[in-house]
């Protein structure tokens, strides 16, 4: 049995995160039990490169081994775009809403054959006050106009997946977390941990 800070204040991460993990031997922490930790910088150019700045960031703030993930839309006809700024894509302080409302505002015109997107997910988990681990995967999808479905968050009703001929938000929670950027990226990280806490 293991303990493992999850650095991210995000309610569907932390959600999702846990019932990927349900299976593992792993005592889970969130950041809502550290209130009065400030959030940590995130300046990086890659999602791995703030993926690796939060996990440092809260695992020297908390002593404990922390596995960070920093994840966002990759649009190619809008030059990957919203990509690292995905969450603040309206502005600092916006929600779902308002960044989906702007997304859709952007591809206006643009015809389904060049709304290519993928979904982006880097893991790094720090271990002894390092860098132990890094994991990155993708799902592709299109971008749609008219939101479908209640599930997920974020972008997902505006992501929709050929493989599963539905937007993420239309998916079960069990069919997105098999094919999800964060679903797989996450699969990989806890095999290495695994296999990192077997062999020390």
Known sequence: MIEILLATRNPG???EIREIAADHAIIWHALDE???LPDAPETGQTFAENARQKALYYASATELDTLADDSGLEVDCLGGAP??????FAGPACDDAANNSKLIEALAGVPRERRSARFR????WVHDGAVALETEDTIEGVIVDDPRGANGFGYDPHFFVPALDRTLAEAAPQQKNALSHRGKALRTMLALITERIRTS
């Open 13 to 15: 991460k932390i959600r």
């Open 34 to 36: 550290y209130a009065d």
């Open 83 to 88: 990509g690292i700024l995905s969450a603040r």
């Open 121 to 124: 997910c880097a893991m790094a």
